[in-house]
């Protein structure tokens, strides 16, 4: 062996360790936080908020849509409760980023040997967990209250796809509202009101034609309601671009919002 390569060796191993290190933290800080996800129960409220939903509304409504011609309820109820479903993940990843603020967490993270970045990533891969058993209790939901997809596969794919899409996105704004808030209580109603306000303004539960004239323009235009438009056009294999194109748009909002509020919450974490 030539002397050089003798010197070569250590450094070569101490650059692999470096390199792995950060993988190894993110992979311990992702396992602790979806040990906690089952821990508290998060995954068993994942089953309960959209079935919540379904049963509230389903039930008592059932009979007087249902009288509309060509109105199947369950089938046009579907898309706000895969919303409600990514909501309540959102929720949760919020809260989560909320309380390791509150709890001194975060701080003690930022003088570890470890990147800034990890601990974010981390909790970007609790939350996506969280947000594909969100998806799944929420499509099961939505099949015991007669759904059926009615896309084809492309169509289902594309809906998936959509839903995923806008999940992750609202994990990010919702992290960063946790960062930026400070503390649960204040987090909690950051993500509450606006969730509730525009989903009961929404053709989310009743057909457009349901509300006053005056508010019309407002309901059919918000996220939302874009949002269950895009949905039901990939369910029932009618989707066009300028029917997606606007949630598509709200989706790069989304992104564009959470990449500022997860900016400013790293600059609050380091003053």
Request: hydrophobic share 50%.
């Amino acid at each position: 062996m030539r002397p050089s390569d003798s010197v070569d060796a250590p450094r070569l191993s101490g650059q692999h360790e470096a390199q792995s290190r950060p993988v190894q933290q993110w992979w311990a800080l992702t396992g602790r936080g979806v040990s906690k996800v089952f821990r508290n129960g998060e995954v068993i409220f994942a089953f309960i908020s959209p079935m919540f939903l379904a049963v509230c509304f389903y039930l008592p409504l059932k009979s007087i849509m249902d009288a509309t011609p060509g109105m199947n309820y369950g089938q046009f109820l579907m898309p706000i409760i895969i919303l409600q479903s990514v909501s309540f993940a959102a929720s949760s990843a919020a809260m989560r980023s909320a309380f390791d603020g509150a709890q001194g967490i975060n701080t003690r993270f930022r003088v570890l040997p470890m990147p800034a970045a990890v601990p974010m990533l981390a909790r970007t891969a609790t939350n996506a967990m969280l947000l594909a058993i969100s998806l799944v209790c929420g499509a099961v939901a939505c099949l015991l209250i007669g759904w059926r997809p009615e896309g084809g596969v492309t169509g289902t794919l594309a809906l998936v796809g959509l839903v995923a899409l806008l999940g992750l996105m609202f994990a990010l704004l919702a992290d960063g509202i946790g960062l930026v808030a400070g503390s649960p209580e204040a987090t909690s109603q950051a993500m509450a009101l606006p969730t509730l306000i525009l989903g009961m303004l929404s053709t989310g539960f009743v057909p457009i034609t349901q509300f006053p004239e005056w508010i019309q323009p407002f309901a059919r235009n918000q996220p939302i309601s874009q949002l269950t438009t895009a949905m039901r056009a990939f369910d029932s294999g009618t989707a066009t671009w300028e029917l997606v194109r606007p949630s598509l748009w709200w989706c790069a909002a989304l992104a564009a919002a959470a990449v500022v509020l997860l900016i400013l919450g790293n600059r609050k974490l380091r003053s």
